[in-house]
């Protein structure tokens, strides 16, 4: 059993080894130890606060994000409010000027129209006298074959003339 019972000079010399090592450690290493965990509790705390304030950042950018987005979003509708009164401004002048110009095409093509009737009409009267003229001619000839119709003629028409000048 002396194995697990330790004598009393293992004892001091192990009191004394720990003191020796616990004074050593108490003036060089405790010191470096507690202000490396200082430091590296400022390091801590600073990152803390650094993401608290890139937190606050972030959330006012996406705030500012939103305000953004809004902002464009009502931009948006307005130019395509803009764009639908620009078309529909545009097509009502399309339309007019469709209109106008389809009216002045058909004032043109009605005056054709009439020139072409009158031309038409001119001709056939032309026409109509030609062949009026033609069948009176035919008709004269028939008539005035013999001297006698050619006498009777002239008897009428002197009678026709004294009878209007009277």
Do not use: C, H, Y
């Not at 019972?5 to 010191?31: E, R, T, Y």
């Not at 026409?127 to 006698?148: F, P, Y």
Request: charged content about 35%.
């Amino acid at each position: 059993m002396s194995l697990l019972i330790p004598d009393s000079g293992l004892i001091f010399w192990m009191v004394l080894s720990f003191s020796v090592v616990l004074f050593i450690l108490s003036k060089f290493g405790f010191p470096i130890i507690v202000k490396m965990v200082e430091e590296r509790k400022q390091i801590i705390s600073k990152s803390l606060i650094d993401a608290q304030t890139a937190a606050l950042e972030l959330e006012t950018a996406a705030r500012q994000k939103e305000a953004i987005l809004s902002a464009a979003r009502e931009e948006e509708v307005k130019i395509l409010r803009e764009a639908g009164i620009i078309r529909e401004k545009i097509i009502s002048e399309a339309k007019e000027e469709a209109g106008r110009i389809s009216a002045q095409e058909l004032e043109r093509a009605r005056k054709e129209l009439e020139r072409v009737r009158q031309d038409s009409l001119r001709k056939a009267r032309n026409e109509m006298a030609l062949l009026s003229l033609a069948t009176a001619e035919q008709i004269l000839r028939k008539n005035l074959a013999d001297r006698e119709n050619q006498l009777e003629m002239i008897n009428e028409i002197l009678k026709d003339n004294i009878d209007l000048r009277s």
